[in-house]
């Protein structure tokens, strides 16, 4: 079956610009987590989803990072007025249940010139 | 708080001998531990998981890992290498209560020599 879809792949944007990364969950996972990937480093948590609430937003790390998910489905990370500090790897992963394994996408490769 | 150590951040292995990439980790209460392997511009795959019953776990690709409680280790194993295998390996963690946040660590460099 599908696996968890991120779009776009890759990013490239001006500081102080606007972006927006989606992900498509695996049907039926209720959970959904964001997590972001420096080099060298593992990914670290930002945010998880419980249905179309943020259940744990405690790894954004400041609030020019916002993430939706209305519809308890797809789920947008939004970040304002983007820094060169903000180029990584997002990497979305989402779960059947929030104690189950969570199964990761391919992440979108953001870099801020 | 949550943590994971992967103490090496490579590993050499000549294929067809026993491998072995190292984790420990800290958490408060009981752990579920998680190991996953991520290829070049690929997202990372589940290999396997402890969350309780046998200490010893088998995962995808014929690895397993054996989680030992009062060492905090959770080391992941596999008795033949293949070169396929080369790959980047995360261990991670969560507490089974509380966050469900996964905390990963920094990453194991695997190379298997032909």
């Known amino acids: 079956g599908a696996g968890v879809s991120q779009t776009p792949s890759n990013k490239v944007t001006e500081k102080g610009k606007y972006v927006e990364l989606r992900c498509d969950p695996i049907?039926?996972?209720?959970?959904l987590y964001w997590y972001r990937q420096s080099l060298g480093q593992g990914p670290e948590f930002l945010i998880y989803?419980?249905?179309?609430?943020?259940?744990?937003d405690s790894g954004l790390p400041n609030d020019r990072f916002f993430a939706v998910r209305p519809e308890g489905s797809v789920s947008t990370l939004k970040i304002q007025r983007t820094e060169r500090g903000d180029s990584a790897v997002y990497l979305c992963?989402?779960?059947?249940?929030?104690?189950?394994?969570?199964?990761f996408g391919p992440g979108t490769r953001l870099t801020v010139l | 708080a949550q943590s994971v150590a992967q103490p090496e951040d490579q590993v050499n292995v000549a294929e067809g001998n026993p491998l072995t990439v190292k984790c420990t980790y800290s958490?408060?209460?009981?752990?579920?531990l998680f190991w996953y392997v991520q290829y070049p511009n690929r997202g990372l795959q589940f290999l396997l998981k402890?969350?309780?019953?046998?200490?010893l776990v088998k995962g995808s690709y014929g690895f397993e890992a054996e989680f030992n409680k009062s060492q905090t280790s959770f080391h992941l194993k596999k008795p033949s290498a293949l070169v396929s295998d080369s790959a980047l390996y995360f261990c991670?963690?969560?507490?089974?209560?509380?966050?469900?946040?996964?905390?990963f660590g920094t990453g194991t460099r695997l190379t298997v020599i032909p």
């Open positions: 049907s039926g996972h209720t959970a």
């Open positions: 958490v408060s209460g009981n752990p579920y």
């Open positions: 992963a989402s779960s059947f249940q929030e104690y189950n394994e969570q199964f």
């Open positions: 991670a963690v969560r507490a089974s209560t509380g966050a469900n946040n996964l905390f």
């Open positions: 402890y969350i309780t019953g046998d200490n």
């Open positions: 989803f419980q249905g179309t609430g943020a259940a744990d």
